[in-house]
């Protein structure tokens, strides 16, 4: 009889699973068997988008949630389907994000690349935690980027108020992905719940597109020429969701598939448990 796929009897949440690498991680992972929950602010895109990887996939086992992420109650509300739909939950991929040339301010009044790209996997795994922790061994996984590297945690002005720069923003956001991936780490240190995080690589993708300087825009344009396939850039997260080779393997960063040291400011634990007081204040999550 032939072995059981990888990731069969196995629930998966994708955010941002309409596109680019949340699209090809939902593919990579509904292939290996999983049932897989993917989400996106538009119902009818990501039944699309659903119809697409469960054909793509060879498995009829995706579901679609709308929600916006970038205001909470968006995420409460999506958290909410998710433990109705799923007895279980196995994995969790914090994916969606972006980049934001100008400063936008949410429903909640938080600057946006802060609360899509950092606050909404906060709240999000936070509201996932007792159904992940009960299907243990279970995974988080958020998806940084190499750009983490020239991120500052700027805590007196975390929200762009004083000053903002969409690179300033994303960087700090995706700092903060890997600084809250290493603090999950620790407090769930002995739970059976691992916690890692990624650069996917540079990825030809619609990252960025919804709102880009004209000198970005070029830049990107020449770049695309030169950028891995979503296909390519979502081994990584497939890898990290579904390999035997990580299990149990926690508070990591990955490139490649391959364990990585990040930024020295992504090991400064008093930031860290800073960043989580302010996350949880933001979020009510106290
Ligand atoms: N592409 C790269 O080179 C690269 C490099 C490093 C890291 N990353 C990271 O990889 C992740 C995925 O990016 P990508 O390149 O695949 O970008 P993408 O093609 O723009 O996909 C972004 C996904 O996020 C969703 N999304 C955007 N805003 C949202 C919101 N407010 N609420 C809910 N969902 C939202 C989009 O869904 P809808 O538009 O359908 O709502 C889409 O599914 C991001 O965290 C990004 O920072 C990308």
Same mark, same amino acid.
């Given at each position: 009889?032939?072995?059981?796929?990888?990731?069969?009897?196995?629930?998966?949440?994708?955010?941002?699973?309409?596109?680019?690498?949340?699209?090809?991680?939902?593919?990579?992972?509904?292939?290996?068997?999983?049932?897989?929950?993917?989400?996106?602010?538009?119902?009818?895109?990501?039944?699309?988008?659903?119809?697409?990887?469960?054909?793509?996939?060879?498995?009829?086992?995706v579901d679609a949630f709308a929600a916006d992420l970038s205001v909470q109650a968006g995420v409460r509300r999506l958290a909410?389907?998710?433990?109705?739909?799923?007895?279980?939950?196995?994995?969790?991929?914090?994916?969606?994000?972006?980049?934001?040339?100008?400063?936008?301010?949410?429903?909640?009044?938080?600057?946006?690349?802060?609360?899509?790209?950092?606050?909404?996997?906060?709240?999000?795994?936070?509201?996932?935690?007792?159904?992940?922790?009960?299907?243990?061994?279970?995974?988080?996984?958020?998806?940084?980027?190499?750009?983490?590297?020239?991120?500052?945690?700027?805590?007196?002005?975390?929200?762009?108020?004083?000053?903002?720069?969409?690179?300033?923003?994303?960087? %700090?956001?995706?700092?903060?992905?890997?600084?809250?991936?290493?603090?999950?780490?620790?407090?769930?240190?002995?739970?059976?719940?691992?916690?890692?995080?990624?650069? $996917?690589?540079?990825?030809?993708?619609?990252?960025?597109?919804?709102? %880009?300087?004209?000198?970005?825009?070029?830049?990107?344009?020449?770049?695309?020429?030169?950028?891995?396939?979503?296909? %390519?850039?979502?081994?990584?997260?497939?890898?990290?969701?579904?390999?035997? %080779?990580?299990?149990?393997?926690?508070?990591?960063?990955?490139?490649?598939?391959? $364990?990585?040291?990040?930024?020295?400011?992504?090991?400064?634990?008093?930031?860290?448990?800073?960043?989580?007081?302010?996350?949880?204040?933001?979020?009510?999550?106290?």
């Amino acid at each position: 009889m032939a072995d059981a796929p990888l990731m069969a009897g196995k629930s998966v949440l994708v955010t941002g699973g309409t596109g680019g690498i949340g699209k090809a991680t939902a593919i990579g992972l509904a292939a290996l068997g999983a049932r897989v929950g993917i989400t996106g602010r538009d119902l009818a895109r990501t039944e699309a988008a659903a119809a697409g990887i469960r054909a793509a996939a060879g498995n009829p086992a995706v579901d679609a949630f709308a929600a916006d992420l970038s205001v909470q109650a968006g995420v409460r509300r999506l958290a909410a389907q998710v433990l109705e739909t799923y007895p279980r939950l196995d994995v969790l991929v914090n994916n969606a994000g972006g980049f934001w040339a100008h400063r936008h301010v949410t429903a909640d009044g938080l600057e946006h690349t802060f609360a899509l790209n950092h606050l909404a996997p906060f709240l999000l795994t936070s509201l996932l935690l007792d159904s992940l922790t009960t299907s243990a061994p279970a995974r988080i996984l958020t998806v940084s980027s190499g750009v983490h590297t020239s991120g500052r945690i700027d805590f007196g002005d975390l929200q762009g108020e004083r000053n903002y720069s969409g690179q300033r923003a994303h960087s %700090q956001s995706k700092l903060a992905n890997v600084m809250f991936t290493y603090e999950l780490a620790r407090r769930l240190d002995g739970t059976g719940v691992t916690a890692t995080v990624l650069h $996917p690589g540079v990825v030809r993708t619609g990252f960025g597109a919804e709102d %880009q300087t004209a000198s970005l825009a070029v830049m990107i344009g020449v770049a695309r020429l030169f950028m891995k396939t979503p296909a %390519q850039g979502a081994r990584t997260p497939v890898h990290l969701a579904s390999s035997p %080779q990580v299990e149990g393997i926690t508070g990591r960063y990955f490139v490649n598939r391959k $364990p990585k040291t990040s930024s020295k400011a992504s090991y400064d634990t008093a930031a860290a448990a800073r960043l989580w007081q302010v996350s949880a204040d933001l979020t009510a999550t106290a």
